[in-house]
């Protein structure tokens, strides 16, 4: 009886995996669970996050040896992450041939900078890191 009822149920289980593969198709890139997806540079949620984080900036460039201010960041490409709360990957231009990579967690307001990369440029791929 197990037997023939396991066989009975092997080709709904094959149906279902046929339906979730053709419904889900070759998609599974960055719109999957945990991927990152391209958001609008100027998403509000976005500039404000990377403003609050420039102090935050400044103390990590500095710490990596980086010597001089940064006054702005400006957003030159952007990804988000959906995590609990967002992780935010951005491309920032820091001044005239500088770029850098940043990575900004918020949690749901609480935002902060948990990782840079620094001598980038704009040609640079923006990856997950």
Do not use: W
Not at 64 to 69: A, L, T, V
Request: proline letters at 2%; glycine letters at 6%.
């Amino acid at each position: 009886f197990f037997c023939r009822k396991r066989a009975h149920m092997a080709p709904s289980s094959r149906l279902l995996s046929t339906l979730l593969l053709a419904l889900t198709g070759s998609s599974l890139s960055s719109n999957m669970v945990g991927g990152t997806s391209a958001m609008d540079i100027s998403d509000e949620r976005l500039q404000s996050a990377v403003q609050a984080v420039v102090p935050q900036f400044q103390a990590m460039a500095q710490g990596q040896g980086r010597n001089g201010m940064v006054s702005q960041l400006k957003i030159v490409e952007a990804q988000a992450q959906v995590v609990a709360g967002i992780n935010y990957f951005v491309k920032v231009h820091i001044g005239h041939d500088e770029y850098a990579h940043m990575r900004i967690y918020d949690h749901f307001g609480n935002i902060e900078l948990t990782d840079i990369q620094l001598s980038k440029t704009k040609t640079d791929r923006l990856e997950y890191f």
